[in-house]
């Protein structure tokens, strides 16, 4: 008898219900679908367009994504009889359960709009904030990813960049390279100057503006201190501080101008026999 009420109730349910049944899940899988259709669509259309570029899609994306979902689920619930009304206080009771239970969420998501907002950098940068390293990749809604110079991925909350001093390397078109060197304290500064402008004038990616310049930087206590300071352009920069280490080297060596470096001398202890 039980069995029988069962299967009676499970077919006047059906009966009333199951066409808005069917008609939810399709709304579900569709939305579903749509939602990742139109997120794919954003990643590949929008950095296209003058108005924006690869940084801000990712975000947009994530977005339109999650609105496409929340409009299907509302959808659905209508259909089984669920009132709009009551759907839009569940969200919203349950949103702001959300939103305290997952406050550090939320400051990334807010972090993150800040960071598209003001632009500190764009995806293909390099930039260093509070440690973190790296050339950003994609700014998403919760976090950033980015790659270190020797392969590593990075994944840092976008509140945790925020927060810190951002340091962008290649925001400015142009980057002085500092080549420090010491040399001896009998060597001719100024032989030393010329050799160290002369490996400089014969490197095509120093800028001649800005001119190079050598400043004596300090005393050391066994080497004055030199400082060779040239400008680049800054797709340049990593190459023209590489070769000047190796050109200025070969430079004072060509004009005999010693570089010192550490001795150490062993007195053996005399006895009295």
Same mark, same amino acid.
């Given at each position: 008898?039980? &069995?029988? %009420?069962?299967?009676? +109730?499970?077919?006047?349910?059906?009966?009333?219900?199951?066409?808005? /049944?069917?008609?939810?899940? $399709?709304?579900?899988?569709?939305?579903? &679908?749509? %939602?990742?259709?139109? +997120?794919?669509?954003?990643?590949?259309?929008?950095?296209?367009?003058? /108005?924006?570029?690869?940084? $801000?899609?990712?975000?947009?994306?994530q977005i339109v994504r999650y609105l496409v979902l929340i409009i299907a689920i509302v959808i659905a619930l209508s259909e089984l009889g669920v009132q709009t009304a009551s759907i839009l206080a569940v969200l919203g009771a349950a949103g702001l359960a959300i939103a305290l239970a997952l406050q550090g969420t939320l400051s990334n998501i807010a972090a993150g709009v800040m960071l598209l907002w003001l632009r500190p950098f764009n995806v293909g940068d390099y930039v260093e904030a509070d440690g973190i390293n790296g050339i950003v990749k994609q700014v998403?809604?919760?976090?950033?990813?980015?790659?270190?110079?020797?392969?590593?991925f990075l994944f840092a909350p976008n509140s945790k960049i925020w927060d810190a001093t951002i340091v962008n390397y290649n925001r400015e078109m142009t980057r002085r390279v500092d080549f420090s060197v010491g040399i001896d304290y009998s060597a001719d500064i100024s032989k030393a100057r010329a050799a160290l402008l002369a490996a400089a004038a014969q490197d095509?990616?120093?800028?001649?503006?800005?001119?190079?310049?050598?400043?004596?930087?300090?005393l050391g206590d066994s080497s004055i201190d030199l400082q060779l300071r040239c400008w680049t352009k800054t797709?340049?920069?990593?190459?023209?501080?590489?070769?000047?280490?190796?050109?200025?080297?070969?430079?004072?060596?060509?004009?005999?101008?010693?570089?010192?470096?550490?001795?150490?001398?062993?007195?053996?202890?005399?006895?009295?026999?």
């Open positions: 008898m039980q &069995f029988e %009420s069962i299967v009676t +109730s499970t077919v006047e349910w059906g009966s009333t219900y199951g066409m808005a /049944a069917i008609v939810a899940i $399709i709304v579900i899988i569709v939305g579903w &679908f749509a %939602s990742g259709w139109l +997120s794919s669509a954003i990643i590949r259309v929008l950095p296209h367009n003058k /108005a924006f570029d690869e940084t $801000i899609a990712p975000m947009i994306s998403g809604l919760f976090a950033t990813r980015m790659r270190t110079l020797d392969g590593k095509e990616r120093v800028l001649k503006a800005p001119e190079p310049v050598v400043y004596v930087m300090g797709e340049d920069y990593w190459e023209t501080a590489m070769s000047m280490n190796e050109k200025g080297k070969l430079a004072l060596d060509a004009a005999g101008v010693a570089i010192p470096f550490p001795h150490v001398q062993l007195v053996r202890p005399t006895t009295d026999e």
